[in-house]
């Protein structure tokens, strides 16, 4: 899949209207407004490519998982994650995830966060793979919109925080392993550069790689391409996580049936009527994500159908209304009632636990280049993301690379003049929406819930036909998208391929059990050998340029 070329576009920093920060946050989600807002005074730009509320955590539903409750634990939350994790956790990440969770959440609720309460106390639900009743939520199921609404009034009232919606970052500018800010389209069509002393990816995931996808639809993997063709180090990218239960119905395909439902009584039942999780898993309908949807694959085939049943029926309507707003609107919204009907449902992408590797304090490779949340990969989540732990992964790393970042002087040497014209021609746009709609069959059908050898094979040669597109410079967003996903998918084929086992969300059939030897990370890095790294230490082995020295 090599040559990759460096950049997106052609330019020349000369010619580029700049702007001048100490911090650039990529992403107004949760990672990027928490650390915006952990880093006043600094001056902090945020970017967003839509609204600054189109990202995944206005999405969120179920809740954020901490050990809050005295029957909990960070000791049973770490083992939980590692658990789920599926013996690629790096422990010391899933430590710090659960030790320092209940401190941020502390920090929302000064803030003014209002988490919903039962009788005066904080209310936990209890969620799949929680051995505790750990999950707090906001406005019953509208956890990431209450949430986002807070952090993002805090910023607004932030003096020296600004945020540029309607603004995509296209490319990182680096020299010599430095980071110095990044290009950037401007919401009226044209580029410009934002120098910073320091940039903090928090662009999120990259559901809209798939068909069907409960992320939004700038979720295009952009921080990940953009952080490895600028020489960062991506990881575990063969790990995505599909939700088990989107509904499946005409015009509301993708919107998420948080499990938060399974944890209060839901039952799955296939086409035939019949329950069938406690034939796949001890724990039936509460087994891990990844169990209950290849369960769901798996009756799908069996009945022929391209779904199954979520089963409410039993719940009091009246409590469920209370408990789960969003849901029980979602489904009316489609023409059902979740008193009355059983809920089609089928798995869709959802969270990636593949993204750019980082050490304990979102440090990337590059100095100066930084990443938390969903775009991140510490080794927290392992092989697969224990539920309701991805919001909290941007408080608590947001938070690491804000004190990590106040701790030292912010002085960037100045940025070079620096110049790329390497690439032909720009692409014409219908090509890249046309390159997009083929990317997404293939990622769908050969790269999704179920891999193996002869699949991935062909996939990499779908991909590779598509390729010439990168060598013509993006002519706009959707240009730019496109050769994002374009890389990211290769990456991502180039890792399942490699990784001859079904471990966590990577499931072979063609090596369907798991491989002890194959207990550790792959790692990638343009121009560059793969790296296969233990995963004891994984987010402490992390060579930085100089051995560190840069960094201390
Ligand atoms: C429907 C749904 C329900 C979920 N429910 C839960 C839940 O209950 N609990 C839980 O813990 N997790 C949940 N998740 C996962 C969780 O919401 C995300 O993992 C988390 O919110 C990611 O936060 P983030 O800040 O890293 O990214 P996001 O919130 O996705 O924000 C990404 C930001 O980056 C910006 N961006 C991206 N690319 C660019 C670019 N090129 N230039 C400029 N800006 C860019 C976007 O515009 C956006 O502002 C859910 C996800 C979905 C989709």
Excluded at 365 to 375: N, W
Excluded at 408 to 428: D, T, W
Aim: with cysteine; hydrophobic share 45%.
């Amino acid at each position: 899949m090599e040559p990759v070329p460096r950049y997106l576009v052609n330019f020349s920093l000369r010619d580029l209207p700049c702007l001048q920060t100490d911090v650039l946050i990529i992403g107004s989600g949760i990672a990027g407004l928490f650390t915006a807002l952990k880093l006043t005074p600094r001056r902090v730009i945020v970017t967003a490519k839509d609204r600054p509320e189109d990202c995944c955590t206005y999405l969120a539903q179920g809740g954020i998982a901490a050990a809050m409750d005295e029957e909990d634990s960070a000791d049973l939350h770490t083992a939980d994650t590692l658990a789920a994790g599926a013996g690629l956790g790096d422990p010391e990440a899933a430590r710090v995830l659960a030790e320092e969770g209940p401190e941020r959440i502390r920090e929302l609720l000064e803030w003014g966060i209002a988490f919903d309460r039962e009788e005066g106390r904080l209310a936990l639900a209890r969620e799949g793979a929680h051995s505790r009743r750990r999950v707090l939520h906001a406005g019953g199921d509208a956890t990431g919109a209450v949430l986002w609404r807070g952090l993002f009034a805090k910023a607004r009232a932030t003096e020296g925080l600004q945020i540029l919606s309607h603004t995509m970052v296209l490319d990182l500018l680096v020299e010599e392993g430095r980071c110095f800010g990044a290009l950037v389209l401007l919401p009226d069509g044209s580029t410009a550069a934002v120098l910073a002393a320091a940039t903090v990816l928090a662009g999120g995931g990259a559901g809209a790689l798939y068909p069907v996808t409960t992320n939004p639809a700038g979720a295009t993997g952009d921080g990940v391409a953009m952080a490895y063709r600028a020489g960062a180090e991506v990881a575990d990218l063969e790990f995505y996580q599909f939700h088990p239960t989107a509904l499946a119905h005409p015009g509301a395909a993708g919107l998420l049936i948080t499990e938060a439902v399974r944890g209060e009584g839901a039952v799955l039942r296939n086409a035939r009527g019949e329950r069938f999780m406690p034939g796949y898993h001890p724990r039936a309908e509460l087994a891990p994500r990844d169990v209950v949807a290849r369960a769901i694959v798996s009756e799908m085939a069996r009945t022929g159908e391209g779904r199954v049943y979520l089963d409410l029926k039993h719940l009091d309507p009246g409590w469920l209304e209370c408990r789960f707003p969003t849901l029980v609107d979602t489904c009316r919204r489609a023409g059902l009632d979740p008193a009355r009907h059983w809920l089609p449902v089928a798995p869709a992408a959802h969270y990636f636990m593949g993204g750019v590797r980082t050490d304990l304090k979102g440090r990337t490779i590059l100095e100066g280049l930084y990443a938390c949340g969903e775009v991140a990969c510490t080794g927290a989540h392992g092989a697969n993301r224990l539920g309701s732990n991805s919001l909290l992964e941007g408080l608590v790393f947001g938070g690491r690379v804000a004190r990590e970042l106040l701790n030292r002087p912010l002085k960037a040497p100045p940025c070079p003049p620096l110049e790329y014209r390497e690439l032909g021609g720009e692409g014409p746009e219908e090509a890249a929406g046309d390159a997009v709609a083929r990317l997404r069959e293939i990622m769908g059908a050969r790269v999704g819930l179920v891999r193996e050898a002869g699949g991935l094979e062909e996939a990499a040669c779908r991909i590779e036909e598509m390729w010439p597109l990168l060598y013509r410079g993006a002519a706009g967003r959707m240009g730019a998208e496109a050769r994002n996903m374009l890389l990211l998918a290769a990456l991502m084929v180039k890792a399942a391929a490699w990784r001859c086992e079904s471990r966590g969300a990577h499931y072979r059939a063609d090596f369907p059990a798991p491989d002890p030897a194959y207990a550790k990370h792959l790692v990638l890095a343009r121009g560059r050998e793969p790296r296969e790294v233990p995963v004891r230490g994984f987010a402490r082995e992390i060579k930085f340029p100089g051995g560190g020295g840069k960094y201390a």
